[in-house]
């Protein structure tokens, strides 16, 4: 029998190599099997949170963000300890959900021991949120694992940061492999949530691309001076409701943030503003596409990683 070329051998290497990395991907199924409950029992938690305070549901889906922006989608933003991405910048006294998050794993350990991974929980957290809030729905895919690491200078040097302009925002998400569309549509996000006086305070006394009225009552909120935690809703319409305003209120001047504006400024991003302005349903469904993206980005799967027992801590 004749030898197989070199050539051929590469090629069927590399198409084994390109068949194994593909079977390590994410999956709907991931647990319908080793934890068929695990869904609902995260649903009936993350409803609960949000029916006690409906800020918790801006606040679990900026954790899955504020993960999945730092070398992807690994829990590495739940874990305690010296110099972790918990107290970078964008991070400190700002992240909160931590709770319910252990709350989740909790339950979630004792129905299925050792199974079900931070970072998945994370993910499905994120949609359940945006759900209880009268937001979209998806498939959230499942298989992560999660990360033994977490280092603050990365969360500093990845999370785009509210004082961002345009072109520093679309090179954030850019680096991430994120559209100009994408990043429109998860800046959707700030729909819901609130955000501390520290970081709008620069807008509300120093820039012209603001409603009067608007930036009177923010001054009222937040002193020049003091009061750095007094909170804001990023959506001054309808700040508990998962809708379509936030576009709105940009096309009206009226961000909270200086990087919420930029998205509608006289720039390459004011046409989809104006098409999610007037089109909920293509939003929603941009919305949707988007998460499930990022919710893709750079997942430890395989033997990569572990499953932690406790979020806060390696095993």
Not at 26 to 35: A, E, Q, R
Not at 46 to 74: I, Q, Y
Not at 204 to 222: G, P, R, V
Request: net charge neutral; hydrophobic share 35%; with cysteine.
């Amino acid at each position: 029998m004749a030898s197989i070329p070199t050539t051929t051998k590469l090629v069927f290497l590399l198409f084994s190599l390109v068949v194994g990395m593909a079977s390590a991907q994410l999956s709907s199924t991931f647990y319908d099997t080793s934890c068929p409950k695990v869904l609902s029992t995260i649903k009936s938690a993350v409803v609960s949170a949000v029916k006690t305070e409906a800020r918790m549901g801006a606040s679990l889906l900026r954790l899955h963000f504020h993960d999945c922006f730092v070398n992807g989608c690994d829990a590495s933003v739940l874990l305690d300890g010296t110099g972790v991405e918990k107290t970078a910048t964008p991070n400190t006294g700002s992240l909160r959900g931590f709770d319910v998050i252990d709350t989740i794993k909790t339950q979630v350990e004792t129905a299925c021991p050792g199974v079900v991974s931070c970072a998945d929980i994370l993910a499905v957290v994120a949609r359940d949120s945006v759900v209880a809030l009268g937001g979209p729905s998806w498939t959230v895919q499942l298989g992560r694992r999660d990360s033994t690491t977490s280092v603050a200078s990365d969360a500093n040097s990845n999370i785009p940061a509210p004082t961002l302009d345009l072109s520093g925002l679309l090179t954030s998400f850019s680096n991430k492999g994120l559209t100009a569309n994408e990043m429109v549509a998860l800046s959707g996000a700030h729909t819901i949530g609130q955000a501390r006086c520290t970081t709008f305070r620069a807008r509300a006394y120093n820039e012209t691309n603001i409603d009067a009225t608007y930036k009177t009552s923010l001054q009222s909120q937040c002193p020049s001076t003091g009061g750095d935690n007094n909170l804001s809703p990023l959506d001054v319409t309808s700040p508990t409701t998962f809708d379509n305003a936030y576009f709105t209120n940009l096309k009206n001047n009226k961000g909270l943030l200086h990087s919420d504006q930029q998205l509608f400024n006289g720039g390459s991003t004011d046409a989809q503003v104006n098409t999610y302005s007037a089109n909920s349903p293509t939003f929603r469904t941009d919305f949707a596409n988007a998460m499930i993206k990022m919710g893709n980005l750079s997942p430890l799967t395989g033997t990569s990683g572990q499953i932690r027992k406790n979020c806060r801590a390696v095993n």
